[in-house]
């Protein structure tokens, strides 16, 4: 079963706007990554925050954690025709080695 | 540039038949990892190696084997592919095992079997 489960399925947008997507988790973790995927191209890591980190920072993309509620979001301000992808979250959870899984992703749309 | 190399991009077969999917990286990463993206359903971790000699598996290893032919290169192999294992097939590397690091992935292998 899925670790994170990300929140909307899709989301459509106009540039400018901003895009905020929502990741649910199960169990405690080590660290949550948000990656970025193109249409027909692979995984490009976006941001790591760690459990012990409350809001991260980088570029127009902002990543927020609550470990209390199991949840984390991502906000993309002034978004960009450019931003049209896929959108995963990943967790890591606790043990001698952690596993990267993923939930099932936001689709994201930003018209021009 | 540097990063994940997979090969092929694109492949066809028929049930039964074999293959192997050949993934190389250039970073000098100690950790790499296979994927399988199904619709709907995220990515599923096939099978890991954390350090060159060592591969465990992941969360779906049914109809899978792996080699770690050294640090650069990991591959995996479909024994005899059912139409089951259709999807699209990552290769992804990081720094070290425990997931501290972000993950690199290759541009994927597009699967089908008929």
């Known amino acids: 079963s899925q670790q994170g489960e990300e929140d909307p399925q899709a989301l459509s947008i106009q540039e400018g706007e901003n895009a905020t997507m929502n990741c649910s988790y199960k169990?405690?973790?080590?660290?949550l990554q948000w990656y970025r995927q193109n249409s027909g191209r692979g995984l490009v890591h976006l941001i790591l925050?760690?459990?012990?980190?409350r809001e991260k920072h980088s570029g127009r993309l902002r990543v927020t954690l609550d470990t209390s509620k199991k949840s984390s979001s991502l906000l993309i301000t002034a978004s960009r025709a450019a931003d049209t992808a896929s959108y995963f979250c990943a967790t890591v959870t606790g043990g001698s080695w952690g596993k990267l899984q993923f939930g099932a992703g936001t689709q994201v749309v930003v018209t021009p | 540039n540097a990063g994940v190399t997979q090969t092929p991009k694109f492949q066809v077969l028929k049930t039964g038949q074999s293959m192997t999917l050949q993934c190389a990286q250039d970073?000098?990463?100690?950790?790499m990892y296979w994927y399988r993206q199904d619709p709907g359903m995220g990515l599923r971790l096939i099978y890991y190696?954390?350090?060159?000699?060592?591969?465990d598996k992941g969360e779906v290893p049914n109809g899978y084997n792996v080699s770690r032919l050294n640090k650069r290169e990991f591959s995996l192999r479909l024994e005899s592919a059912a139409p089951s294992q259709t999807s699209v097939y990552f290769c992804?590397?990081?720094?070290?095992?425990?997931?501290?690091?972000?993950?690199?992935f290759g541009s994927g292998t597009r699967l089908t079997v008929v």
């Open positions: 169990t405690s973790i080590n660290n």
């Open positions: 190696s954390a350090s060159e000699g060592t591969t």
């Open positions: 925050i760690r459990s012990n980190e």
């Open positions: 992804a590397s990081s720094e070290s095992s425990g997931g501290i690091y972000g993950y690199t």
């Open positions: 970073m000098n990463h100690n950790s």
